[in-house]
């Protein structure tokens, strides 16, 4: 079964640091482009970082020099760590991956900080 398992969430204090880890099973993401993306309640969903077949990544203005998106092939896995995490980045985190037409998206890991 194709799947993506997102896990490493909780509660943490503003300041403190999680890392967020997105296994792919069923399938190998060497050939997509992983996506983290957040949904706060009350708010859309919204990219926060992803990371592309050739290596490159991007991330969202608000969590850039904070967060770093990283893969390792080996484990079929993508880790987005958060450092120096804020109360708004409470939210749910989802991983998603992309090739051409197919999407697959795994369910949310929830992040709370607190201020």
């Known amino acids: 079964e194709v799947q993506l398992q997102a896990s490493g969430g909780g509660l943490v204090q503003a300041g403190g640091s999680l890392r967020l880890s997105c296994l792919a099973t069923?399938?190998?993401?060497?050939?997509?482009?992983i996506g983290w993306f957040r949904q706060a309640p009350g708010k859309e969903r919204e990219g926060v970082s992803c990371?592309?077949?050739?290596?490159?990544?991007t991330y969202a203005n608000s969590v850039k020099g904070r967060f770093t998106i990283a893969s390792d092939c080996a484990k079929n896995t993508v880790y987005l760590q958060m450092n120096n995490l804020k109360p708004e980045d409470t939210a749910v985190y989802y991983c998603?991956?992309?090739?051409?037409?197919?999407?697959?998206w795994g369910q949310g890991t929830e992040v709370t900080v607190s201020s």
């Open positions: 069923g399938f190998s993401f060497d050939d997509y482009g």
């Open positions: 998603n991956a992309v090739r051409g037409p197919y999407e697959i």
């Open positions: 990371i592309f077949t050739d290596g490159s990544t």
